[in-house]
């Protein structure tokens, strides 16, 4: 009966471990993606704050505007997420502490029951007796060992108890940390929604001003597009000739698909499992453009299209390289500062809108080293990576390849 007792403890208490450790990973989580949140909004206030001293396009105004309002939106999910997590976790600690108070008074009760059993033959000579009338030395043995398996019972119980009320003073300790910590999130998402509230007033001002000149704005749109346009033909035509280049050195006339000796063949299989794992190309940064065609974020009747993605980071911010390889080029590209070329078997990356490089060309670079200094625009005040991945000429999203924030 008692090993059937513990085989039930022990499923219980794996279980609870399980529990608490997937509880424990979805609030890490959670928790992480607030602070990166947190510290994309802050990056963007600080932004707003600097570019009100000075003449800013309303445009650039309005879409720095409109990312830190989705950011703030999404912080307030995030918060709520934890908050319920926190309700769900207080619910079954609340749950654990009804059954141990229960569990904890049965033993007391069954304690003390035994207690006064004890008490009623407790002296030595009754214990004697019981031993002296046993009606043979096999009996008396087993007589003992009853005698002794009761004391050990005794103690067991004892420490039951112990071990049961430290576990009720934990739980109570951890409730009132829940609850704590629940109140600090519910008033963190009160004075969120503030905020969110104040910045979609000013967007609707902004939204306003851009709908009374709407021809002008997409004029400036279309003319901003035809510059990224050229920058991105330039990094075609900078692909294809890296291709030509290499291809030559093996013999080949190829122009648009690497010639591939085995081991970068290996190396490209190794790129192309690594879909989705690979690190961000940036320390802390938020996508501010996305991948292919799609409406202006401000002016949704005009599209605007683009052959990577646009990632915006802390001033100062270090490119790095998100597999290892070799740079295939490193490259002045006009209206969009240097740009760094790495080759990964036929896949490439590209790292674009560098004020300083730190590598040159040949120089072989392992995952996460660091390749340059981003650029800060000295008109909008942003710091912004332009990151691209191709397979020979063939572009790919690379938010597909990058992992998940």
Known sequence: ??????????????????????????????????????????????????????EKSILNEVQDLNQQI??????????????????????????KIAKFRKELEELKADYAEMIKKSYRSKSQQSRIMFLLSSESFLQAYKRLQYLKQYADYRKEQGEQIKTRTMDLQRLNK??????E???????????????????????????????????????????????IDEIERKIDAMIKASIAETNKKSGSSKRDVFELTPEAKALAKDFASNKGKLPWPVATGTVSMKFGKQPHPVVSNITINN??????????????????????????????????MLRHGDYITIYDNLEEV??????????????????TSKSSGKT???FLIFQNTKKYNPESWILKR
Do not use: P, W
């Not at 399980?18 to 607030?34: D, G, H, M, P």
């Not at 490119?319 to 209206?335: H, M, N, P």
């Not at 670079?365 to 981003?374: A, E, K």
């Open 1 to 54: 009966m008692r090993l059937g007792f513990f085989k039930y403890i022990f499923c219980i208490a794996t279980f609870l471990v399980v529990t608490s450790s997937f509880a424990q990973n979805t609030r890490e989580a959670l928790e992480k993606k607030r602070i990166e949140l947190r510290n994309e909004i802050r990056r963007i206030s600080e932004l707003r704050t600097s570019n009100k001293k000075k």
């Open 70 to 95: 989705k950011s703030t939106e999404n912080l307030i999910k995030v918060t709520n997420q934890q908050a319920n997590l926190l309700t769900k976790e207080m619910n079954e600690n609340e749950a």
């Open 174 to 179: 951890r409730l009132a940390y829940q609850k």
């Open 181 to 227: 910590e629940k109140n600090k999130l519910i008033a963190e998402n009160r004075a969120t929604r503030a905020r969110l509230e104040e910045n979609k007033k000013s967007q609707q001002e902004l939204m306003k001003t851009i709908t009374a000149k709407e021809s002008q704005f997409a004029s400036q749109i279309r003319k901003t597009q035809q510059e």
């Open 307 to 340: 052959s990577g993605v646009n990632i915006d980071t802390d001033k100062g911010g270090k490119a790095r390289a998100v597999f290892e390889g070799t740079v295939s080029e490193v490259q002045i590209l006009k209206g969009a500062n240097k740009a760094v």
């Open 358 to 375: 730190y590598v040159r060309k040949g120089d072989y670079v392992s995952t996460g080293q660091d390749l340059g200094v981003v650029a």
């Open 384 to 386: 912004t990576l332009h």
